[in-house]
Structures are given as structure tokens and as C-alpha cells.
């Protein structure tokens, strides 16, 4: 893990003041962390009867889309507002300054399906909180985890997340 931990770069001041940025491109361009990152989540899922990946925009579909293919199960997308083209569901939460909104299709997720939610980085927990929201309002899923490539521990976003099982891959 201390090898994957090395391909993340802090990029600090953005996108705003006072942020240390983990930057990923260095894992996705380098073909042993990006391969041994998909490998790590495939085998803790492999499994569990994973039916669908559900990613969060945008850095949430590269290892989602790379892990449900790996499962072989389905990859569901939630997007910013406006960006799907089918019926939606919406989730509007409150951010630092001001509100932000999510979205999934109507028909993205199936009754009884084991449901994995996936994003790059757990930090405050605001986003994947609204996920779950999302999620458990509309559909009658069984959610099996929530898989972070990265967790901030210092935000401890995961509080927010009460009840809901996480994994997080690298901590820092
Ligand atoms: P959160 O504060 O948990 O709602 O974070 C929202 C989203 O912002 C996550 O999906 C991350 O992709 C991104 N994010 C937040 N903080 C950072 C950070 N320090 N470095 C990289 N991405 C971040």
C-alpha cells in the first residue's frame, strides 16, 4: 500500500486556498498502481455478489467503471445536475458555501440488487452522504459498502456515514 500512497501527489492551494489536493494522475498513469489499485477493491469484492458499481462523478467512474468491469457486474453513474439525459433522481445537499445537487436515472438500479458505491476520495463525507440519500430514498437496494481510494482520517468524514459500512484503500 505504501507503493500506491507514493503515486498520490499533493497538490496544495487547489482549487482553493488552504486545500492539499490528492491528485490520482500519477496512480491512473502508472500501469502496476492503477492495476494493483483495481486488484486490491476485486478482491474484497469478488466475492460479495456485487450486481452493480455505483460511481460518483468524475474520478468515482474511472475506478468504478475499471472495478464493476473486473467483477463483471454493472456500472450505474451519479452526475452533476443537468448531465443525464433520461429521468432522473435528485439529492440536494449543502456545501461550505452554498448548495450543490446529484442525480441518477430512474431505471439505474434494480429491486434487490447488492449495490457498491465508489468514489476516489473521502474527505468531508457532505458528497457520499448524498449519495446514500440518493440511493436508499429511491431504490429498494441492499448497499454492501461504500470503497474510497483515499480517505483524509483527519476530516473524519466517515462520521457522517453512521451505519454504513466503508472501506478506504490508502489513509492519510
Ligand atoms: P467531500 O468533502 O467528502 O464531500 O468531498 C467531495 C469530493 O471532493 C470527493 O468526491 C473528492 O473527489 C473531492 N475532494 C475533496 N477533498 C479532496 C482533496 N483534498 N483531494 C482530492 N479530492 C478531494
Known sequence: MEE???LIRDIPDFPRKGIIFK??????????GFQ???GTLCARYRDRKIDMVVGVEARGFVFGA???HALGAGFAMI???GKLPYKTHRKTYSLEYGEDAIEIH????KPGQRVLIIDDVLATG????AVVDLVRTHFDVELVEIAFVIELDFLSGRKK????????????
Open 4 to 6: 500506491l500512497k507514493a
Open 23 to 32: 491528485d490520482i494522475t500519477p496512480l491512473l498513469g502508472d500501469a502496476n
Open 36 to 38: 494493483n489499485t483495481i
Open 66 to 68: 475499471s472495478l464493476a
Open 79 to 81: 452526475r452533476k445536475p
Open 106 to 109: 430512474q431505471d439505474a438500479l
Open 126 to 129: 457532505g458528497t457520499v452522504s
Open 161 to 172: 456515514l453512521e451505519g454504513v459500512p466503508i472501506f478506504s484503500m490508502i489513509h492519510f
